[in-house]
């Protein structure tokens, strides 16, 4: 079972840049898709983005295209989240998932393996 741990998180002025990371373990991570997800304040958790196992197929929420862009290195297995343009509407703790074999979907109901998430502030 793998584990997955964010890091990267913090405060950045509208227009700043993040890149965050999730390390995985306990797992073959070249098995896995992986994805992040968003949890705005008093919001449900929603899909940002995801990657093949492989990393050659992505897919990305519509809010994020252009700005977000998620890469992985199966060599450090770990995931990465890099975002540009940031808005005050990207507030929200970021999680990173896993799912075995290649998986794009939306529903946080089909990953089943979590980090614990990391807060990203984007001040106006």
């Known amino acids: 079972q793998v584990q997955l741990v964010e890091s990267g998180g913090g405060l950045v002025q509208a227009g700043g840049s993040l890149r965050l990371s999730c390390a995985a373990s306990?797992?073959?991570?070249?098995?896995?898709?992986m994805s992040w997800f968003r949890q705005p304040p008093g919001k449900e958790r929603e899909f940002v983005t995801a990657?093949?196992?492989?990393?050659?197929?992505?897919r990305h929420a519509d809010s994020v295209k252009g700005r977000f862009t998620i890469s992985r290195d199966n060599t450090k297995s770990t995931v990465y989240l890099q975002m540009n343009s940031l808005k005050p509407e990207d507030t929200a703790v970021y999680y990173c998932?896993?799912?075995?074999?290649?998986?794009?979907?939306?529903?946080?109901?089909?990953?089943?393996?979590w980090g614990q998430g990391t807060q990203v502030t984007v001040s106006s």
């Open positions: 990657m093949s196992r492989s990393g050659t197929s992505t």
């Open positions: 998932a896993a799912v075995p074999g290649d998986s794009w979907r939306s529903n946080v109901k089909y990953w089943p393996y």
């Open positions: 306990g797992g073959t991570f070249r098995s896995y898709s």
